[in-house]
C-alpha cells in the first residue's frame, strides 16, 4: 500500500507560480512512476505530468511551465508557472505500483487561478 498527501494548493493570479508537493509514505520500494492529475469542474480528470524510468511526460497544455521533480526519497513535486485561469482545478499525486499496475491517488489540493 501507498499512501500520497498533497499540499501547496491556493489562490494565485495569472502569471503567477505555486508548487505543488506530494509526500509519500508506505510501500515506496514498490512504485514504477508518480504524477500530477488534475480535474477541473465538469471535466475529466486529465494527466499533467509523470515521470518514471523513462523520462519525464507532459501534455502540450502546460509543456514548458510545469516540472515535476522528486527528492529520490518519498517527496514529489509540481511547479507550476505562468499559470492561467484554465490550470483551475484540483490537482491529484499519483503513484503506480509494479508489476501489478496497482493505482494510488491522494484526496487531491485545489489550485484556483483568477485575479
Known amino acids: 500500500q501507498v499512501q500520497l498527501v498533497e499540499s501547496g494548493g491556493g489562490l494565485v493570479q495569472p502569471g503567477g507560480s505555486l508548487r505543488l508537493s506530494c509526500t509519500a509514505s508506505g510501500s515506496l520500494f514498490s512504485i514504477i512512476s508518480k504524477g500530477w492529475y488534475r480535474q477541473a469542474p465538469g471535466k475529466e480528470r486529465e494527466l499533467v505530468a509523470t515521470?518514471?524510468?523513462?523520462?519525464t511526460n507532459y501534455p502540450d497544455s502546460v509543456k514548458g511551465r510545469f516540472t515535476i521533480s522528486t527528492d529520490n526519497k518519498n517527496m514529489v513535486y509540481l511547479q507550476m508557472n505562468s499559470l492561467k485561469p484554465e490550470d483551475t482545478a484540483v490537482y491529484y499525486c499519483?503513484?503506480?505500483?509494479?508489476?501489478?499496475?496497482?493505482?494510488?491517488w491522494g484526496k487531491g489540493t485545489l489550485v484556483t487561478v483568477s485575479s
Open positions: 515521470m518514471s524510468r523513462d523520462g
Open positions: 499519483n503513484a503506480e505500483s509494479g508489476p501489478s499496475g496497482m493505482q494510488y
